[in-house]
């Protein structure tokens, strides 16, 4: 598995952890592939193929096994990059419920994230996903 694999990899692991990926965290995988480098020069026919591997790979392996495996291949940055990706996708549907935060702590100690890079990625998380109604500003 080459780092650009194994990136998608972490991410689809953390999307479909309880072993469904659902149309809206597809989506969202999608989206966070498609400006980053290689992926927006791929066809849509090559990331679906790598998708279609990489599905295949999780259905036979389990979503912990393919996320140890693809950590390996993934250096510190990619790591933090990895899982930073992976925590945007799960948050962009609302606010963190407690299996997405342990899906996520799962996530970080598998990628060797340190706790404290853990909950500043999570702080900024919730600054980028903040509600922009109904908070009045003070004079």
Known sequence: MDSPTAFVAVALAAVSWDGVLTKAG????????????????????????????????????????????????????????????AAEIMRSDGELVAEEQRILEDLASHLTISANQHDQILQVMD??????????VLA
């Open 26 to 85: 597809s989506r969202a995988l999608r989206h966070a592939l498609d400006y980053r480098e290689p992926f927006r020069n791929m066809s849509d026919a090559e990331m679906i193929q790598l998708f279609d591997r990489l599905l295949a790979q999780l259905r036979l392996e389990g979503s912990r096994q393919l996320m140890e495996h693809a950590s390996a291949v993934l250096d510190p940055r990619q790591r933090l990059t990895a899982f930073t990706v």
């Open 127 to 136: 600054l980028l996903h903040a509600s922009l109604v109904g908070n009045p």
